[in-house]
């Protein structure tokens, strides 16, 4: 590690014991491993949460994009329905 600046944190008793047992447990080499693991993981949590939010605006964009351009009806269940039935009932037979 190149660039290591030391930084202070305050955990709860139950944090901190957890901390400890995982490097009495050799699960971890030291203290710092375990805050930097932690930090890894919610860095990708915080760029899947990211990701996902642009997902969501993007179709939240193509459904303003149908409505302005017309490509959308009033909700009409009986017309769902009978949609459905056309697609999935069985022809009938002759």
Do not use: C, N
């Not at 693991?37 to 994009?65: T, V």
Request: proline share 2%; aromatic share 4%.
């Amino acid at each position: 590690m190149s660039d290591v600046a030391r930084v202070t944190i305050t955990l709860t008793a139950e944090m901190a014991q957890a901390v400890k047992e995982a490097v009495a447990a050799g699960e971890y080499a030291s203290s710092s491993e375990v805050v930097r693991e932690a930090l890894r993981d919610w860095r990708r949590k915080r760029a899947l949460q990211a990701q996902e939010l642009d997902s969501l605006r993007a179709d939240i964009q193509a459904g303003l994009d149908d409505i302005e351009a017309g490509r959308v009806h009033d909700f009409d269940a009986g017309r769902i329905v009978r949609k459905g039935r056309q697609q999935f009932d069985p022809a009938p037979s002759e």
